[in-house]
Every structure is written in C-alpha cells, then in structure tokens.
C-alpha cells in the first residue's frame, strides 16, 4: 500500500531544484505561504521530495493570477475533506497543493498503514454506499443546493460607500453603515464561492471512482482496450452542458424562420444589429427569445471558467452572437445542425454489445453490465457540475468581484478595475478596511500609495511567468496512485509520464514533425491546421480545418461543427474537446502539452486519435 | 447419394465433412472458402481417385504381399520394402480418366490465374486416422513451385507414395492398421508468390485479449517469420473498431523469395531502403482482421492464421490465407472469470481503489 520508491523509466527534476526566475524573488507573497516548498523544516522538506508532484496543466495552462487562487484553495479544501474525513476514501487521504513559480502543482497523500486502510473500507461502504444508492436523489438535491447558492449570489448586492449615508439609516434606526456592508457583502462573496465548490466535490470524486473502476475492468477484461473506447460506451447521454450550443443553434433557427437572418448577417457587432432589429415586429421577437436564452444559458465562460479573463457570453454578446450567424448561414446553406447523437448511440450500442459478446463467462459479463450501469448513472453529474459552478456561478462571481474593484479604483487603491486580480483575496480584505475606515475616518486610505506599486511589480513577475515552461511533474514517481481524482484527469500510467517527459524535449518546435498526445476519440484525419489560442478566433475556422487549442470549453462548441480534427495542449481523456469529439466521431488528441507551440496555422497535419500519434507534413 | 464421389473436385467443394474424400489438408481450406477467406485457388485429386489408381494398378495386392511378412523392427528391411513399393506407384499410370480430369482442372487453374503451366504447390492431404498426429501427417511430402501438367501428375504420384515411408508403414504395423486400406487425397494449389507474408492471431497472444488482432509481417515467403529468424513488423489492431492500434516496424534485413529454377525459396536480402519501411499498408492490415475476423467467427474460437499478398495478382484479390488452425495456447484455457458477478459496484469499486493505478 505504501507509496514505494523506485526508479521510473521518466524522470523529472526535484521539487526544491527548480530554479527562481531572475527578476522574480519574493514572488511567494503573492501566494498562501503554505504553497510553498520548503527548506527550513526538515520533515517537510522530506515529505515533499519524496512525493510526486503533478503539474495541473489541466486547469492552470497559465500561471495563476493571487486572486485567482480562491479556486485552487477551494477544491484543495472540497476534494481533500471528502476524501479524508466524509467519505473515507480507503487508500488515500486528500490531495496536497504547492506552488512553484505561479504554477500548481498536486499529489495525491496515500494512507500508509493497511490496518488504517481496511477500517476505513468499512466506512466508505456506510458512507458512499449511500451517495451510490440515492444517487439520482441526491443530485436533485444538489441541484437546488447550487441553483440557491446561485440565487443568493445574483442577489448580492456590493455597496460603494457614500458621501452621506441615507436619510433612512437614521429614520430606520439601521444602525450599520455602508462601509460596514461593503466589508460583509466581500465576506459574503468569497463565501458563497468556497460554499459553491464544497458542492462541487461533493459528488465528483464518487462519480470519478465509479468510472475508474469500469474503466479498471474493462481492463482488466481487455488489456488491450483503448481508454476511449471505454468512455465511448458511456457517451451519447444527453447533458445539460450541451444546451448552450443548442439555444444558439434554436436562436439561428428562429432567426431563419422569421426571416430576421439576413439582418444578423448584416452585422458583425450585436449592438448594431441589435438597433436594426428593434424596428421591426418579427426583429423584436427574436431579440425577445435571444434576451430569454440568455438566462441562465449564457452564462458560459469562452475558457474553462477557471480564470477571471475567461469571460462569459453574457460579457460578450459578440462572441454568441457570432456563432448564431454562423449557425443561420449553415442553415442557409441547407446544412444540418443537428448532433449526430443517434449515430454516436447506435456506435456506442454497438461497441457495448461486441465487448460483451467476447466476455467469456457470465460473472463478468454480470459484473460488466452492473459497473457500465454505475457509470453511465455518474456520467451526467461529471459532465453537468461544470455548467453550474465553473461556468454559471463563476461567470456572475467574476463580475461581482469587479464591482467590488471599481469601488477599490473609485477610493485609488488600484488605477485599473483588472489590476485587483494581482491581490489575494485577504489582501483585498485588508484594502477594503483601508479603505472603509479611510472613508468612515475622512482621510486618504493608506493603501495608494501600497497597492499600485506592488501591482506593477506584481504584473512583472507575472509576465515572467508566462513566458517560463513549468516542468510535467516535479519529485519521484510512485509505484501506483490509489487517487480517483488524479488517474481519471492526469491518466496516470507508464506512458503517460514517458509522453510527459518526452514533452519536456520539444526544445525545437520548428522542426518537429512527430509528437504525440492522448487519444483523446478515436479515428484518423488529415487536413490544415488552424491555431486558434481564445475562443475569438473560432470564427477564423474554415470548414474541414483541424483545430490546435490550448484547451477547449462549451463555448467553444460552434468550432466543433466545422472542423474535421481537433489537438488540445491540456486534457485528458474525459476533457471537453474529447468528450465533445467522441460525440461528434471526430478524431481527438488531446494533453499534447505543446501543440500550440509546434503546429502553425496553415500547416497541414495529420492527427490519429486513435494511437495519439500527431504528424505534421512539412 | 448414388452420384459416385469425383476423381478430382475444386477447393470449393471440399468442406470438413468430405475429409475422407479429400483429407484434412483440403477440407480445412475449403472451410476457410466457407468462412469468407481469399484462399489460392486450387483442386483435390479426392481418395476416390486416388483407390482408382491404386486399384488399376493392382497397387493394393502389391503392398500386401511386399509388407505383410516385414519386422517393424527390422529398419533395414523396412526401408528397402519403402523403396520398393514406393517405387511401384510412381511408375504405376494413371487412368486416361484421371489423368484427362487432373489436367483439365490444372488448365482450368492456369486459366483462372492468368498465367499458363501455374506454378503450384502438390502436396498430400491426409484422411489422418490412422496417423498418430498432426505433426507426422506434415511429413507427408510436400512440393513447390511445380510447373506444367506432367509435373503435376509425376508429383501427385510421389505424394501417393509418400504413405509409404518406413516410418508410416512401421507405424501402422506396430498400431495394427491394414496396409492397403490407408487413402491419400492430393491438394493442388496455386503458388503465392508472396510480396509480403505472415501470420495472424485473433487475439493477443501475450495477454489473451480476445479484442485484439496481431499481425506478424515480413517481405516475401512467411518462412522468415514463422520460423522466427527475423524479428517482423507487428501491427495490434482493434476488432471491434477495426483500426490498427499499436504499429511496430522492425528493421527486415532478408526475406525469402522463390528460386524458380531450383523450385524452392531462397533467401535475399531486402534492400536498405526498404528494411525499415511498414511491410503491409494499412488498407491490408484492415482486409486481413477482416478476414480473420470472419474465420474466427465461422469457428467459434480464436484462430492462429497464416497469410499472403501475391505481387502477381491484382490489388483487391491479392491477400490470401494459406493455412488456420485454432489458437491452442489461450483457446485451450477454460474461461475463467475476474469478477465474481455477484460483487456490488461498491464492492469493485473499493477494490478497484485500493489496487490503484501502477505507474512504475
């Protein structure tokens, strides 16, 4: 059970060897001061080079902003406390985060001791036998847990403090001021954001243990069986993540149906089109469905939702609004929008069906059918977590923290709204009582002369960052990892810390003419590549391109009905573009780690999602 | 039931129950006919014609009165009595009949194959029971690369003969089998002149995944890869997706190719440009799993299979299968489950944790 050293075929250097980015010393403080590794306590020190830290490429491809750390410490504390000390995983406490140069890196913490293994197996029985069986209850529950959460979130109201308090805070009796409130609504704010993503651990890991297992057997049964064979046979459930795509694709319809379409054409920005659109009875009408979709539907971040710059289509009505054009024209052109979900059904059916026909004996074909059945019950929770919280809740959080920065600019604490994500969340507390005591006092707050100073130098060591390539892993490779989590978003086998190494070695990207990422869905494609590094450029798409991303979201979802092929930098296997990709039956590669880095547009590739294997033809 | 048994019949007309009239050899390639496999085109002199020729020729009394009285003890004797019958039937004639019936389906072959005087393979088809194992009926003679109907009919002889070797007849003495009551059949099959060949599994033979296909593949005759002497291209494809998963390509210093005048393969070596380049497309890996996978399914078991392209026949019919057995060394094994079926999906999916995911 213990996490036994030995010598890995990949080797990746000591987590207290990477080197400090000259012009960058003191960049701790802009993080908590237990991310980082240490050398001043002996025993710590030797947990953590004795342990092997994961580089989380997967939900940090940049380094990460101070602000932007809420997220990370908020499933630091969801995931490890399901583990640890609610559900009980047997094998694994939680999962440990550091820090190195802006970058996160995770282990999972293995328990030691078989004995303490073994009461714990009974208690995870108890206990997530009982999310297992009420399984579909429980998430009902879940889902009015996060759609209050939500609620009270949009409620929220961040006060700026005023000249003169209202008349009524005396005729009232109130007997709290403003400042008082701007001070509690913050505290309210980063609340709601922790208590959002105690929810969102609170199934995901089950429902990763349940897909690892099946996954584990059908392994077992089939040493050869590629992984996405295995996510194949539980795809074509319908989820709500696709409803976004859909309400576009209903707004192109509608726009053809009243023959609005050539006015949306017309446009390139919403605005414009907007005004045009308001003078006629049938332009009203559609703009009146297109406000209705918005709610809750565009509350879809064009990244992963993990950063404050992936903004939501509610903070771009161009970037929707792009995509129903395109929509409407295809629908012109007498194309079909439709998924291909029956096909990828009938696929499925089919590939379930021939597997379990070469299962040898009835006791696992049994316990087949028993484990596809407890996959396919997870599978929508996995996939739909991600439209409440990291894009739904995240997008409106976003926004209410950047009231709470145009308060901070209006006081000088910070000359620009987008310069408060470079303070942490307890700095902005402490700026924030700068800043109520400076107004409650009528003085200058202290922190003018503090905070924009430290930003501009903060925006240096951030830029340094960027440009610096966090090595895959850092520390010693265990014999095996015991952490759901971890093998289903990192896809943790020999291979893959090889790939991992290897990627490493592209130190020449203009000559490469072979790499390799994970199969991300099967199948071969050939064709030219388009490099598309945000969601804006999705519109730059020809039909029949390969798309190179860093990572794709839902937002990206217009992209995938024209291209033939798509290769992400990060991702695994259960990812977006490959979960989107399997649906569509269109090869994937994706976790290639540099792709965007190698393949230029223009350039044609081929990319053979079914060996990971990435050609390009020079 | 009345129509008497042909003298000579086409591979499509052998199956696994006309082994005793054609004789293991030729019923198992006109199973693989059946199975939907390309095989080389080729016909069975049956062991109807093969007792007409004997019995023409008074052949059986022959045998009887040289071996009945030998000593299987006695190598010496057995030998010379071997020589001797051996003798009788290759300078025995065949009837106008048979003779008439081999050369008209030997042109017809030629025909069939674009190409006059065919090169083929002559070899004997044993109807087995009374030989003591697979192995032993292979040491029944074999022949390649036999061009024109005389050279046909003179090999045909010589496999006829060929359940005549000391070793057969003291075998059949020691066991206590009639002499004379033994039948032969004689397969006649179009050379493959082979581009490139191998063999092929329907399953993995390392880990038993009954998934999987592997191709095993060389330039020229399989010789090289069956034998083991190079060390082949490996292709691991999927069976349900039909996709070639997993290509490994070996560097193929020589293969075997034929010496026609000598009538045998000889070995060559495979040019430097070529010795690393992938020995069969993929458009051929996919045809054959197609292929195996038919066979497989026409016997119900996972199959080890020998395979062909001939450079001489047009792309689109030049992948053959020469030979498929069943696998033995995982298809022997009785199933065996790795579940216990009646486990809760907590109960694996706790085991499932605690095993954890080897990484080194």
Redesign the interface.
């Known amino acids: 059970?213990a996490t036994v050293i030995?010598?890995?075929?990949a080797t990746f250097p000591a987590p207290h060897a990477v080197e400090a980015i000259p012009g960058t010393e003191g960049w701790e403080r802009m993080y908590p001061y237990q991310y980082q590794f240490v050398t001043d306590d002996p025993e710590r020190h030797d947990y953590e080079a004795n342990g092997?830290w994961f580089y989380d490429g997967l939900h940090y491809p940049e380094p990460l902003y101070p602000f932007d750390m809420i997220w990370d410490e908020a499933w630091y504390l969801a995931l490890s406390q399901y583990n640890t000390r609610i559900f009980s995983?047997?094998?694994?406490y939680g999962v440990d985060h550091r820090i190195i140069n802006g970058y996160i890196y995770i282990t999972p913490v293995p328990v030691k001791d078989p004995k303490e293994?073994e009461a714990r197996?009974a208690l995870?029985?108890e206990r997530?036998?009982y999310y297992?069986e009420n399984w579909d209850a429980l998430e009902t529950k879940w889902v009015d847990k996060m759609k209050k959460t939500i609620a009270e979130l949009e409620a929220l109201k961040i006060p700026a403090p005023p000249e003169l308090e209202d008349l009524s805070v005396v005729t009232d009796a109130v007997g709290e001021s403003e400042g008082y409130h701007l001070l509690k609504a913050y505290d309210d704010l980063i609340d709601l954001g922790i208590r959002c993503w105690q929810y969102h651990f609170e199934f995901l890991n089950l429902g990763y243990?349940?897909y690892?297992?099946f996954m584990?057997?059908c392994q077992?049964?089939?040493?050869?069986?590629?992984v996405q064979?295995v996510t194949q046979m539980i795809s074509g459930i319908d989820v709500i993540m696709y409803q976004p795509d859909e309400e576009l694709k209903n707004l192109a319809r509608g726009a053809v149906e009243r023959g609005v379409d050539d006015t949306l054409q017309a446009h390139q920005d919403f605005e414009s089109a907007r005004q045009a659109l308001e003078g006629t009875g049938p332009g009203r009408e559609w703009l009146a469905s297109f406000e209705k979709a918005r709610y809750p539907w565009f509350n879809i971040s064009t990244g992963t939702g993990w950063y404050h710059h992936d903004r939501a289509w509610n903070d771009d009505l161009n970037v929707p609004f792009a995509s129903i054009r395109m929509y409407a024209g295809k629908i012109r052109e007498g194309a079909s929008l439709e998924r291909p979900i029956e096909q990828v059904q009938r696929q499925r059916d089919?590939?379930v069906s021939?597997?379990r026909n070469?299962i040898?004996?009835?006791?696992?074909?049994?316990?087949f059918d028993?484990?596809l059945?407890?996959a396919r019950t997870v599978f929508p929770y996995v996939e739909n977590h991600l439209f409440y919280v990291e894009h739904w809740f995240h997008s409106v959080f976003w926004n209410k923290v950047r009231e709470v920065a145009a308060i901070m600019r209006d006081h000088g604490l910070i000359e620009d709204l987008e310069d408060v994500w470079y303070l942490r969340r307890a700095e902005i507390k402490d700026a924030l009582w700068d800043l109520v005591t400076a107004w409650a006092t009528g003085v200058k707050p202290r922190g003018q002369k503090v905070w924009p100073k430290e930003i501009v130098w903060r925006k240096a060591v951030m830029e340094k960052f960027q440009a610096w390539s966090p090595p895959p892993a850092v520390g010693t490779?265990?014999?095996?990892?015991?952490e759901?989590f971890t093998?289903v978003l990192w896809g943790?086998?020999?291979d893959s810390?090889d790939a991992w190494a290897r990627i490493q070695d592209v130190s020449d990207p203009e000559n490469v003419t072979e790499f390799s990422g994970f199969p991300g869905s099967?199948?071969a494609a050939e064709g030219v590549a388009r490099v598309c590094r945000t969601v804006d450029e999705v519109s730059r798409l020809a039909d029949g391109e390969i798309l190179v991303a860093p990572t794709t979201s839902p937002s990206w979802a217009p992209a995938f009905t024209k291209i033939r092929a798509c290769v992400t930098d990060v991702g695994g296997v259960m990812s977006h573009a490959a979960i989107v990709c399997r649906e569509y039956g269109m090869p994937a590669v994706v976790g290639t780690g540099h792709a965007t880095k190698i393949i230029k547009t223009g350039q044609r590739v081929r990319v053979d999602g079914?060996?990971g294997a990435i050609t390009i033809i020079r | 039931m009345n129509a008497k048994p042909p003298l000579v019949c086409w591979f499509e007309d052998c199956a696994s129950d006309s082994l005793p009239l054609v004789g293991g050899k030729n019923a198992s390639l006109g199973e693989l006919l059946k199975a939907g496999a390309r095989v080389p085109p080729g016909f069975a002199v049956t062991t109807a014609g093969f007792r007409q020729f004997m019995e023409q020729n008074h052949l059986p009394e022959c045998i009887r009165q040289v071996l009945e009285p030998l000593d299987p003890d006695d190598t010496a004797a057995l030998e010379r009595a071997s020589a001797a019958v051996r003798r009788e039937i290759e300078q025995a004639p065949f009837s106008i009949a048979l003779e008439d019936a081999i050369g008209e389906f030997y042109r017809r072959l030629s025909l069939h194959c674009c190409m006059p005087a065919t090169p083929v393979a002559v070899r004997s088809s044993a109807t087995a029971e009374d030989l003591p194992d697979a192995s032993f009926a292979g040491q029944q003679d074999t022949y390649l690369w036999i061009r024109g109907v005389d050279d046909v009919l003179e090999h045909v002889r010589r496999c006829i003969a060929s359940l005549y070797t000391s070793r057969a007849i003291a075998y059949r003495k020691r066991m206590g089998f009639a002499q004379d009551e033994v039948a032969i059949s004689v397969g006649v099959q179009k050379m493959v002149d082979a581009y490139t060949a191998g063999v092929m599994f329907t399953l993995?033979p390392v880990?038993?995944?009954?998934?999987?296909i592997v191709i095993d593949a060389n330039f020229g005759f399989g010789e090289s890869v069956v034998s083991g002497e190079v060390t082949p291209d490996q292709f691991?494809l999927?069976?349900?997706?039909m996709?070639?998963?997993?290509r490994t390509i070996c560097r193929k210093e020589f293969c075997y190719t034929v010496d026609l005048e000598r009538q045998c393969s000889r070995r060559a070596e495979v040019p430097a440009e070529r010795q690393s380049i992938q020995s069969v497309v993929d458009e051929e890996l996919l045809e054959l799993a197609r292929m195996g996978t038919r066979v497989e399914r026409h016997y119900g078991r996972p199959m080890d299979i020998e395979w062909a392209i001939d450079k001489e026949v047009p792309e689109g019919s030049n992948i053959f299968l020469l030979q498929a057995r069943p696998e033995t060394v995982w298809g022997s094994k009785p199933?065996?489950?790795?579940?216990?079926?009646?486990?809760?999906?907590?109960d694996?999916?706790?085991a499932?944790?605690?095993?954890?995911?080897?990484?080194?």
């Open positions: 059970m030995t010598p890995a075929p092997f995983v047997p094998p694994v293994i197996v995870f029985m997530a036998g297992y243990a349940a690892v297992t584990d057997f077992k049964l089939f040493p050869d069986i590629p064979q089919r590939i021939e597997y070469l040898a004996t009835d006791a696992d074909r049994a316990t028993q484990l059945g407890t490779p265990p014999e095996k990892i015991q759901p093998v943790v086998t020999n810390l099967p199948g079914t060996t | 993995n880990t038993g995944d009954r998934s999987a691991h999927n069976k349900i997706t996709e070639v998963v997993k199933a065996s489950a790795v579940s216990s079926g009646s486990g809760t999906s907590l694996y999916i706790v499932s944790m605690i095993a954890g995911r080897k990484v080194s």
